[in-house]
C-alpha cells in the first residue's frame, strides 16, 4: 500500500507525521491497518480510509503533548516526515525519559483499574447490568500495566501473543488470573460472530469513523486463522476503550447495554462477579505497593 502518496494527495506531508501501532514494531498480520500519526496540532477524532485492500487510520496529535497514556504510545514511532525535524527532537525527549514514562502509566492504569472495581462493586451492590463492564474494564487496564511494566505496548491483535513471550515471574504470572477474569475460555466461533456484529455496532454508534470496517477485517483474520482467544481479548479491548468513552454517561444510556451484554460478553453471575472484583483488587493493590 502506498499510502505516503495518499498522505501527499491530502496535502498531509507538510507536517510532522509518523508510523505507529504494530506495523512500526514489525509485528503486524496482512490484516492489520496502518495507524498514522499526524502532529498537526489539533483535536480533531479519528478517521478512517480505506486504500485498496488496507486500511488507514489517522489520528491527530500534538507536539505539545503531556498526557501519559498519550506519551507511552509514542514509544517506536516510525517517522515519514519531518520537515524542520521537530518530531525528532520530541521523540527524543520522549526516549530519554522512557523508563518514567512507562512507570508512570503502569501506574495510571493500575489505579484506574481500582476506579473500576469500585464502580464494579457498587454497582453490584444495586444490582446495575453495568457492573460486569466495568469488572472488564479493570482486567484489561491491569493487562496494559503489566505489558507497561515489560516495556511491550498493548497492540490488542497481538497481546495475547506478547503475553505467551513474558518471561515467568510473580508479576507475570498474575496474568493467568486477570485473563481468566476476562473469559477467554468461552471463544467459540459462534460467540465470537456475535460479538463481533455487536462490537462493531457498539463502534458506529460511539466513534461514527468506519472504524468497524478495520474491526471486521482483524476479526474476519483472526478467526479464519484460528486465534479464537486471541480474537475475543480484541475485541473486548475495542469495546473497553468505546465504553470507556460514555462511562461518565452509561447510567443515562441504559440503551447501550443490551449491545455491550453480546459485544462484551458480559458476565451474569454474581457469584462469579464478586469473585473477580475481589481477585483483581487484590492484584491492583499488590502492584501498586511493588
Not at 44 to 59: A, C, E, M, T, Y
Not at 66 to 73: A, C, H, P, Q, W
Not at 222 to 251: A, E
Amino acid at each position: 500500500m502506498d499510502f505516503k502518496l495518499f498522505l501527499k494527495e491530502l496535502s498531509l506531508m507538510e507536517h510532522p507525521i509518523a508510523l505507529g501501532g504494530c506495523r512500526a514494531q514489525k509485528i503486524h498480520y496482512d490484516c492489520c491497518d496502518y495507524n498514522i500519526v499526524i502532529f498537526d496540532n489539533t483535536n480533531n477524532p479519528d478517521s478512517v480510509v480505506q486504500i485498496d485492500n488496507g486500511f488507514v487510520r489517522l489520528h491527530h496529535a500534538n507536539l505539545n503533548e503531556s498526557r501519559i497514556e498519550i506519551l507511552n504510545k509514542y514509544d517506536n514511532l516510525e517517522i515519514i516526515s519531518d520537515p524542520k525535524w521537530e518530531l525528532k527532537i520530541f521523540l527524543s525527549k520522549i526516549n530519554e525519559k522512557k523508563s518514567l514514562v512507562s512507570q508512570a502509566y503502569s501506574r495510571k492504569c493500575i489505579v484506574e483499574s481500582q476506579v473500576c472495581l469500585v464502580k464494579a462493586k457498587n454497582d453490584l451492590d444495586i444490582s446495575d447490568p453495568f457492573a460486569s463492564c466495568w469488572v472488564k474494564c479493570a482486567a484489561y487496564f491491569l493487562i496494559d500495566a503489566v505489558l507497561s511494566l515489560n516495556n511491550k505496548q498493548n497492540c490488542p491483535v497481538h497481546t495475547l501473543n506478547s503475553i505467551r513471550k513474558l518471561k515467568p515471574n510473580t508479576l507475570n504470572d498474575s496474568l493467568s488470573l486477570i485473563t481468566e477474569c476476562i473469559g477467554f475460555e468461552r471463544s467459540t466461533n459462534s460467540l465470537l460472530l456475535r460479538m463481533l456484529k455487536s462490537t462493531q455496532g457498539f463502534s458506529d454508534m460511539i466513534e461514527k469513523n468506519n472504524h468497524s470496517k478495520i474491526i471486521k477485517n482483524k476479526a474476519d483474520y483472526l478467526i479464519r486463522n484460528s486465534l479464537l482467544s486471541d480474537c475475543y481479548f480484541y475485541l473486548g479491548n475495542v469495546n473497553r476503550n468505546n465504553f470507556y468513552k460514555i462511562k461518565d454517561m452509561s447510567s443515562k444510556l441504559p440503551e447501550f447495554i443490551h449491545i455491550l451484554k453480546t459485544g462484551f460478553d458480559l458476565e451474569n453471575d454474581i457469584v462469579k462477579l464478586q469473585s473477580d472484583i475481589n481477585a483483581l483488587t487484590s492484584i491492583a493493590n499488590v502492584m501498586l505497593k511493588d
